[in-house]
């Protein structure tokens, strides 16, 4: 198997990257509602479109698949869509559903109208996933009791329910479950101003006494992602009560962010690592995701799903075919001279899109 094409296969636990430490701030920091979430206006409006559609109806939603990075809140929404439908949240996970019965338990014990959340659903396990079809379409499963020729296949009905599925991964979903929900949310990275609202949301419910440059230094360097945001704040507030007064500033967050290693531009230690794996042991690349996973002794999905998405968007690294691929400005980043290829294709870039391609 070649390099890439184990990119395409690889299937690690990422939750363990993404979950992190202080649950209980995170609980805390959650909105409630769809007021209080902050950006993704067009998933915002659409999301209310549906859900204010099926209130008036007096039916139970489409179902709905939420997609995008981890941290932008698809969990958030998932209970934001419960409380604003008024309903019970069931909540799992993809890798906890092992097999069909794991499922058929979980929907059976559903009562009318609940949302179902399941989060990271490409990982669900196929016998579960061919039960889930027939449950979203038509509110029943057929569970089969027994073995051999003796088997017998009990249809039991399942209340009716809208599903939430939450993904890192849309491309992964089988095509017949991805037709099943009626409206995809494509998340998206938020913009810095979304995110200084973010923490600075944040910081009055911690209490913690922080001015706006601080919010705006800190929303530079979440890298598109309110969970990075909060985590970030909870680190300088730390900083700011163990070495200083509490009151966080701008200077304040700088140099807190310099210990907790988060650079100008929101890079973490793994994020400079990948990039610097890639420009000084692989040339710049292209080399695939799962030799450089192993060149910093991360998990490939850890690279792929955590890392990546914002170094392209920070036009750092690119995807190709033939494997990633450092850009001009990645070398730059770590205060190296980029080839002189990259450099002429950046200028052709930039005449391109200044004058349009002819
Ligand atoms: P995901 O499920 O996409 O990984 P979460 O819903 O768990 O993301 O969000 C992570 C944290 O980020 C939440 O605890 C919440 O505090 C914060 N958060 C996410 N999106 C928003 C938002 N739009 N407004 C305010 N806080 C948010």
Request: proline fraction near 6%; hydrophobic fraction near 40%.
């Amino acid at each position: 198997m070649t390099d890439n094409a184990y990119d395409d296969e690889y299937e690690f636990d990422v939750n363990a990257e993404i979950i992190e430490g202080d649950a209980e701030a995170d609980t805390t920091l959650r909105p409630k509602n769809l007021d209080e979430f902050v950006g993704q206006p067009r998933v915002r409006e659409q999301l209310h479109l549906v859900l204010a559609g099926a209130k008036k109806r007096n039916v139970t939603p489409d179902h709905i698949l939420m997609a995008g990075p981890p941290g932008l809140g698809k969990t958030s929404l998932a209970m934001i869509i419960a409380h604003e439908l008024g309903a019970s949240l069931q909540l799992t996970s993809g890798p906890a559903i092992e097999r069909a019965g794991d499922l058929a338990s979980i929907l059976s014990n559903l009562v009318d109208g609940d949302v179902l959340f399941i989060d990271e659903i490409h990982r669900i396990a196929r016998p579960a996933e061919e039960l889930l079809y027939l449950a979203m379409e038509d509110f029943r499963v057929d569970v089969i009791v027994g073995k051999g020729p003796g088997a017998m296949s009990i249809p039991l009905e399942v209340a009716p329910f809208t599903l939430v599925g939450a993904t890192t991964r849309p491309g992964a979903l089988t095509g017949p479950l991805r037709d099943r929900f009626g409206f995809v949310a494509q998340m998206d990275f938020y913009e810095p101003e979304e995110l200084e609202h973010i923490v600075y949301r944040s910081a009055r419910i911690l209490g913690v006494s922080i001015d706006h440059p601080a919010c705006d230094e800190i929303a530079g360097r979440s890298r598109g992602t309110p969970r990075i945001a909060n985590r970030l704040l909870r680190r300088v507030r730390d900083f700011a009560e163990v070495r200083g007064d509490g009151h966080v500033d701008r200077s304040t967050t700088r140099a807190a962010l310099i210990v907790f290693d988060v650079d100008a531009v929101g890079l973490d230690r793994l994020d400079r690592a990948v990039l610097g794996a890639l420009v000084k042991s692989f040339g710049g690349g292209p080399v695939g995701v799962s030799t450089l996973a192993v060149a910093v002794g991360e998990e490939p999905a850890t690279v792929a799903e955590v890392c990546e998405p914002f170094l392209v968007r920070a036009g750092m690294l690119a995807r190709t075919p033939r494997g990633r691929i450092a850009t001009a400005r990645a070398w730059r980043h770590l205060g190296l001279i980029p080839p002189p290829e990259l450099t002429i294709h950046e200028i052709e870039t930039h005449l391109d899109d200044t004058f349009g391609s002819s």
